[in-house]
C-alpha cells in the first residue's frame, strides 16, 4: 500500500515569496491533515479536511496561508507571503474512514531566507 | 500549561538499557497515539491505544484512562531507537471531537 506523498522535500525561499506544497494521502482515506512543526516543537495543525470539506481550520494564518483539497482526495498548501517564522516542516496526514489510524508523509521542510 | 506534556524532554541512554517516556494529559480523549520521528524523516505511527497496554517487539505502550497518563518503554533500546518520541491525544466529545493534540515531543540518544 502506497503512503502518503508529499512534495517537495525541501524548498528554500526568500520572505515574501510564496510556496505551494502537495499531498497525496493514501487511497480511501477520507481525513487529510496539514501540521506545521517548527524545529523543537511538536506538530500544530494547520487544516483538517474531511473529504473535500474543511473540518477545523482554526489554527491557519489565513491572511497568508490557504489549502484546498478539490476532488477530496489530494491537497495543496500554499503561504503567501512567506515570512521567516515559517520556517518549519509541513507535513500531511491521513486517516481512513470509522478508525483512529494516521498516517504521516515524510514532510516538506521549508526554510524562509 | 500544555494540554499534553511529556517527559522528559530529552533521555540519553546506553545500548541494552530499559527506557520509559512518559505522557500526561488534561483532556477527556478518544484514543492516545505514540509516534516516532527519526531526524529529516517522516513521523511513524507506533501505538494507538484507548485502554490497557499494547506490544510490538521490545516496544511496549500503556495507558491509565483514569490517571489520564500513559508510558511508552523500549527494552533492550539499540542506537537504532534514537528518535524523537511523540505523544499525541485524539479528543472526545464536543466541538473538539477528533481532534489530534501533540506533546512536545521527547528526544531519545542511545549509545552503543
Known amino acids: 500500500e502506497a503512503g502518503v506523498a508529499q512534495s517537495p522535500r525541501y524548498k528554500i525561499i526568500e520572505k515574501r515569496q510564496s510556496v505551494a506544497f502537495w499531498c497525496n494521502p493514501i487511497?480511501?482515506?477520507?481525513?487529510l491533515y496539514w501540521y506545521q512543526q517548527i524545529l523543537g516543537q511538536g506538530p500544530k495543525l494547520l487544516i483538517q479536511f474531511q473529504n473535500n470539506g474543511v473540518v477545523d481550520d482554526s489554527q491557519l494564518p489565513k491572511d497568508r496561508f490557504s489549502a484546498e483539497r478539490l476532488k477530496g482526495v489530494d491537497s495543496t498548501l500554499k503561504i503567501q507571503p512567506a515570512k521567516l517564522e515559517d520556517s518549519a516542516v509541513y507535513l500531511c496526514?491521513?486517516?481512513?474512514?470509522?478508525?483512529?489510524?494516521?498516517?504521516f508523509g515524510e514532510g516538506s521542510w521549508l526554510t524562509v531566507v | 500549561k500544555n494540554e499534553v506534556e511529556q517527559s522528559p524532554q530529552n533521555l540519553t541512554a546506553q545500548e541494552g538499557e530499559f527506557i520509559t517516556i512518559n505522557c500526561s494529559y488534561s483532556?477527556?480523549?478518544?484514543?492516545l497515539h505514540w509516534l516516532q520521528q527519526h531526524p529529516g524523516g517522516g513521523i511513524v505511527s507506533l501505538f494507538m491505544?484507548?485502554?490497557g497496554k499494547k506490544k510490538h517487539g521490545r516496544l511496549i505502550a500503556t495507558i491509565n484512562i483514569q490517571e489520564k497518563h500513559s508510558s511508552l518503554h523500549i527494552t533492550a533500546s539499540h542506537p537504532r531507537d534514537s528518535a524523537v518520541y511523540i505523544c499525541?491525544?485524539?479528543?472526545?466529545?464536543?466541538?473538539?471531537?477528533?481532534?489530534?493534540?501533540f506533546g512536545q515531543g521527547t528526544i531519545l540518544t542511545v549509545h552503543p
Open positions: 496526514a491521513s486517516s481512513p474512514p470509522f478508525r483512529g489510524s494516521i498516517y
Open positions: 491505544l484507548s485502554s
Open positions: 483532556v477527556g480523549i478518544s484514543a
Open positions: 487511497s480511501g482515506h477520507a481525513t
Open positions: 499525541a491525544v485524539k479528543a472526545a466529545g464536543g466541538t473538539s471531537y477528533g481532534k489530534l493534540t
